[in-house]
């Protein structure tokens, strides 16, 4: 083994090091951005950006702006709320827009708070993600055979999650469903309670 493949070996395990460690470090932002020069010099002076994710995404190397946009973000974090921060990461990373989102349940303490790219996930998309999350849908069955069903002791068929909250909206996902083309034709037998019969005994 020549010096150069030394090196490159002893590099190697300084980074492997440093991350195996990283979550017991206590640093600034400064530092690490410190340790970000660092590694990425050795990363360059023996081809291991690839290898430790030194490289964007693409595989090509980072502009002089990105770089500088990097340093920035890190440096200066303490002025920028949390989710400003991991934005920007996140748009540095991937050139794409992102935005902050949170989900609610049906209790208090449900919800959850997260991040997506803006192009790809509407305001619909993240509704249904959040009442698939939280199950809180509905469950419908669709008839299957033939004749229609006067009662819903009498539907036989195929059960449906919908993500929907009115009847409208459910039409359309059942309709789809079932390869029907106009939801409405669509017939709903929608639970609205139990009904009670008297009962009566001979009194003693």
Excluded at 13 to 35: H, K, V
Excluded at 117 to 144: K, Q
Excluded at 168 to 188: H, M, T
Aim: net charge negative; with cysteine; proline share 4%.
């Amino acid at each position: 083994m020549n010096k150069y493949q030394k090196g490159k070996e002893a590099a190697r395990a300084a980074a492997q090091e440093w991350q195996a460690a990283f979550p017991a470090r206590a640093m600034s932002w400064g530092e690490l951005a410190q340790w970000q020069d660092h590694f990425t010099r050795l990363g360059r002076k023996y081809g291991l950006l690839r290898e430790y994710g030194f490289e964007r995404p693409d595989g090509k190397p980072w502009t002089t702006k990105q770089r500088h946009a990097w340093r920035e973000l890190l440096e200066g974090e303490d002025g920028a709320g949390e989710d400003d921060v991991i934005i920007a990461a996140l748009e540095l990373l991937t050139g794409k827009a992102w935005k902050a989102f949170t989900i609610c349940g049906g209790c208090q303490s449900d919800w959850q708070a997260g991040f997506c790219p803006v192009e790809e996930w509407s305001r619909e998309a993240l509704e249904a993600f959040e009442t698939e999350y939280f199950n809180t849908g509905t469950e419908w069955i669709i008839h299957d055979e033939d004749g229609e069903p006067e009662s819903p002791e009498e539907v036989i068929g195929y059960s449906v999650y919908c993500v929907g909250w009115n009847d409208e909206q459910i039409k359309r996902e059942l309709a789809d469903a079932a390869g029907e083309s106009d939801p409405a034709a669509v017939v709903l037998l929608k639970f609205t309670g139990w009904s009670r019969c008297p009962e009566y005994e001979r009194a003693v």
